[in-house]
């Protein structure tokens, strides 16, 4: 009787088992509601729809306004700052270029003031009308030329050598100072100012204080016929006056953008690449956005140049010192362009070697493994990291947002930033996560499918889905 109903209860626990299975076997068979997966598709498409539009607008409107912005930075660092104006100039006191120039240009004010011809010559006549012999009139006249030449010779060599001093330099960088005190009255629409650049035709940089010193040594020097040279009022040319208009609405503008404008360009691109939906990708063509910018800047320079060169041609101010003055100017916005290039390739570079391309993570795979194997062989002779690792694998997420922001506050805080930096934050950014990657100590029980798939090597969501939820039953053991 016992075994009767041991039976029977057998079959029908067997009966209730078949009929959960036929139920599940029919909810795997069922076809989806679609009308629902529809509804909830449509929904997340339409409310994700807008990110991908917003996400190409922040990021081209970045990455327009990034040259503006490293443009601006340095306008509004040089054009309104006296100190940085004449420690950008100043050392072109000791440039031969320039100190050719201002010979020539004092010399040229001799030459116009001072006949040294007629000033010999009566000279020469007050000594014969004192009563000479023929001969020695004769004698004395024909030394008058010479007398002119060792006279202008004397003025150019004392010229020079002021030019070649220490006092040349102090006076060029008081020139400066005054010179940048009329620029900037000009460029903020000074009245006063404005007259005066359009009278000269040309803003630039005051030499008539390096003149009047250069007439004081040649004075100390007993070369008296210089207090002759009359007070003048010259400049290196810098700007036309007819481009003046344009030049007074950029100085506003950098007045009032050059603070915030670089900021802007970069919470416009960090913006961009958090509104999308794949943002490794946006990261890596916002990298791309900003490098063709920096291309773009650093290919105006070069135009620029010949543009200046049209505008002031050599009968104005010598080809070679237009160069330099244009090339003392553009230096620091050049290498800021070239940093922030190189910078943006990096970022594309890194964007692609941890995102979720199949080239990466085949090498991430590799390199995992590797790690692995190291971590294993390590663990073997005893050696273990113990509960730091334990800790370290738990919070791996946590500990490399961390290095990644300090790198990138690194890049941000040094200034003036370079090449050599960049690479440098970069390699000891790396140093850091692969020490990080060998200290970590993952369960003993973590396989293969339990790492993520990012990191291991594997598409997204490549962990199993299950199968088929039924349970196959013994053979032999059935209810018929």
């Known amino acids: 009787m016992g075994d009767d109903i041991s039976t029977a209860d057998l079959q029908a626990r067997v009966a209730a088992l078949e009929a959960e299975n036929r139920v599940l076997r029919d909810r795997v068979a069922a076809p989806p509601d679609t009308t629902a997966v529809a509804a909830s598709t449509y929904t997340a498409r339409k409310t994700g729809r807008w990110r991908p539009f917003v996400a190409v607008i922040l990021i081209v409107l970045g990455c327009v306004l990034a040259p503006l912005a490293i443009v601006s930075g340095w306008a509004r660092a040089t054009l309104t700052d006296t100190d940085n104006f004449v420690a950008t100039y100043a050392p072109l006191a000791k440039d031969p270029a320039v100190q050719a120039y201002v010979v020539a240009q004092t010399m040229d004010v001799v030459n116009k003031n001072i006949d040294v011809d007629s000033l010999t010559g009566e000279v020469i006549d007050g000594i014969k009308s004192l009563g000479v012999r023929p001969r020695v009139g004769e004698a004395l006249d024909l030394l008058k030329a010479p007398a002119a030449q060792g006279i202008e010779s004397i003025m150019q060599r004392g010229v020079e ?34 007259l005066k650049a359009q009278t000269d035709g040309t803003i630039g940089i005051e030499i008539g204080p390096i003149i009047a010193q250069i007439k004081q040594s040649l004075i100390d020097r007993g070369i008296t016929v210089a207090s002759r040279i009359p007070d003048v009022n010259r400049t290196i040319p810098i700007a036309q006056a007819e481009n003046l208009p344009t030049a007074q609405v950029a100085y506003r503008a950098v007045v009032a953008g050059g603070t915030w404008l670089p900021w802007v360009a970069l919470i416009l691109l960090t913006a961009g690449v958090l509104v999308a939906k794949r ?154 996560l692969i020490v990080l990657s060998l200290v970590e100590r993952p369960p003993t029980a973590t396989s293969a499918d339990q790492v993520d798939p990012v990191d291991r090597g594997g598409p997204a969501g490549d962990h199993p889905t299950g199968g088929d939820p039924t349970v196959p039953l013994p053979a032999g053991i059935s209810g018929q």
């Open 161 to 194: 050598t002021f030019v070649a001093s220490d006092a040349f330099a102090t006076a060029w960088q008081e020139a400066l100072r005054v010179s940048h005190a009329q620029l900037t009255a000009t460029l903020s629409n000074d009245p006063n100012a404005l």
């Open 279 to 432: 943002r490794a990708r946006t990261l890596i063509w916002a990298a791309v956005g900003l490098a063709l910018g920096m291309i773009v800047l650093l290919t105006g320079f070069v135009t620029g140049r010949a543009v200046l060169l049209t505008t002031l041609p050599p009968s104005v101010v010598p080809s070679n010192v237009t160069t330099l003055l244009y090339d003392t100017v553009v230096t620091p916005m050049k290498d800021t362009a070239t940093v922030t290039l190189v910078l943006a390739v990096v970022v594309a570079i890194v964007g692609w070697m941890f995102g979720p391309f199949a080239a990466p993570r085949r090498l991430r795979g590799l390199y995992l493994d590797g790690v692995a194997s190291l971590r294993g062989s390590a663990e073997s002779r005893g050696v273990t990291t113990g509960k730091v690792g334990d800790w370290l694998y738990a919070q791996r997420k946590v500990v490399q947002t961390v290095v990644g922001l300090g790198a990138a506050a690194a890049l941000l805080l040094l200034r003036p930033l370079s090449i050599g930096e960049i690479i440098a934050t970069l390699v000891v950014a790396l140093i850091v």
